[in-house]
């Protein structure tokens, strides 16, 4: 039906002949997408908006036939546009962009502040929790609107997703909601969903990281048998890194917990573990890798440790947390953290929870004198959610501070004061995994600020 209204509706012509034929239709998968295609010799590009004053413009091509994806666009709505050949002339239209999925959720923006990052939309994983379908969005952030909205697989759970690095493709996971079979992939589209390639990735779960060199990095869960000092044998459930060559589908294993970390007892595996193989020793929730350095970050929510390791062999470089190095005492020592990195200016900033609150928000840690000393937090005292699962603080280039509550489905950006300049929730019911901010389209960032540097 999207794709018959746009046909219907394509190149309604604008008064005045046009120079040469053209034809817009929305993307079968990813109806918020129109493509204007017509044929003629030089540099082109397409103008467009939502009135006949237009405003938008994608990026030059070059050749004797031009197909043009028009992006950012709210569904439903009548799409104004001009194709121009330089040299030649041009075509206008005006073409009707197509419906969400079926039961797609909405958004709301509570809070809008002038002071907040410029960036326009909010591209994310919409969870639903243990099941359901995965879906991968990007909405307004001033009007909430979903302008990109696709569609995973029925019984599949999905986390993490982004932007291609070098170009606007996108990269989402897949695994099994229920965790009964292995059938974890990475899935690569095109902004129409169109789907490019899909790799099977082993035991994954959680997050991946896009490398340098094309290769992708995965969390694996990593089950074995390990006997305590009462000699009661456990199928204990740690976490391994592995890498993807996308090339010829290989995963080449470069780190286990199980080879630096001692299982240690805690409070979590006095509940129904997530995996039907094993107890859950450390819950690896969030994987992020540093160029600078050449070393991955891994974050272990249950055992409320960090490991940082090298990419170039898997050697251990530094522990953070219930073992290595300490939190100061006095600060917030991080529980079930998700999601840490070094910021630009060389602190540690995470996602946490304060039990002895039950309030979640984001710290930040200055590593000194052999500590990680608190300089900074928000919703960690007095806070007003405490999400069961996921979350995020990145730090942005305005400074301040992107705060996702992760199955609370809340977003927030903060001042360093800790006042809230913008806020989004989305229906109840669902959540968001990671999520990233997204300025331009055509040319999307990959990290959220300059270097990460330390």
């Known amino acids: 039906m999207t794709l018959l209204l746009s046909l219907l509706s394509a190149c309604a012509p604008a008064a005045g002949k046009d120079d040469f034929a053209c034809e817009a239709v929305a993307a079968a998968a990813v109806g918020n997408v129109l493509t204007v295609s017509w044929t003629a010799s030089g540099s082109s590009r397409v103008e467009y908006g939502l009135t006949d004053a237009l405003g938008e413009v994608t990026p030059d091509t070059v050749g004797d036939s031009h197909a043009v994806d028009l992006l950012g666009l709210p569904p439903e709505t009548d799409v104004h546009w001009r194709a121009t050949t330089d040299g030649v002339g041009s075509c206008t239209g005006i073409t009707r962009t197509g419906s969400l999925p079926r039961n797609w959720p909405q958004v709301e923006v509570t809070v809008d502040d002038a002071s907040r990052s410029s960036e326009r939309w909010v ?5 639903v929790f243990l099941g359901g379908t995965p879906r991968v969005g990007a909405f307004d952030r001033v009007t909430g609107a979903f302008v990109w909205a696709l569609e995973g697989e029925a019984g599949m759970t999905s986390v993490d997703a982004q932007i291609h690095r070098g170009g606007n493709d996108v990269w989402f996971n897949q695994f099994n909601a229920s965790f009964s079979e292995d059938t974890g992939n990475l899935r690569r589209v095109n902004v129409r969903g169109e789907t490019v390639a899909e790799w099977h990735t082993p035991l994954a779960h ?30 204990l ?11 010829d589908g290989s995963v080449t294993p470069v780190f286990s917990v199980w080879d630096h970390l001692e299982p240690t007892w805690n409070r979590y595996w006095e509940l129904v573990s997530l995996y039907p193989d094993g107890t859950d020793w450390t819950h690896g929730n969030a994987i992020r890798y ?33 073992e290595g ?11 079930y953290q998700h999601d840490p990195g070094w910021t630009d200016a060389g602190t540690l900033l995470m996602f946490s929870t304060n039990h002895e609150t039950d309030a979640s928000g984001a710290v930040e840690y200055e590593l000194r004198d052999g500590e990680l000393h608190q300089v900074w937090s928000h919703d960690l005292e007095d806070g007003d959610l405490n999400p069961m699962a996921l979350g995020q603080a990145r730090r942005l280039a305005n400074g301040n501070t992107f705060i996702n509550y992760g199955v609370e489905g809340v977003l927030r950006e903060v001042r360093p004061e800790g006042v809230v300049v913008w806020e989004a929730r989305i229906d109840e019911g669902y959540g968001f995994g990671q999520v990233r901010l997204l300025d331009d389209w055509y040319a999307p960032a990959l990290t959220w600020s300059a270097g990460a540097e330390r």
């Open 325 to 335: 190095i300490p939190v100061a005492a006095g600060d917030h020592a991080f529980s």
């Open 290 to 322: 540093q160029a600078s350095t050449g070393l991955y970050l891994l974050s272990l929510g249950h055992a409320a440790v960090l490991m940082e390791f090298e990419r170039d062999g898997g050697a251990l470089s530094s522990m953070y947390g219930e």
């Open 237 to 247: 459930i740690g976490d391994a890194v592995a890498e993807l060559d996308p090339a």
């Open 123 to 127: 591209f994310a994983s919409v969870f």
């Open 206 to 235: 959680h997050m991946f990281e896009q490398l340098p060199d094309g290769k992708i990095a995965f969390q694996q869960l990593d089950t074995r048998s390990w006997t305590d000092e009462d000699g009661k044998t456990w199928e």
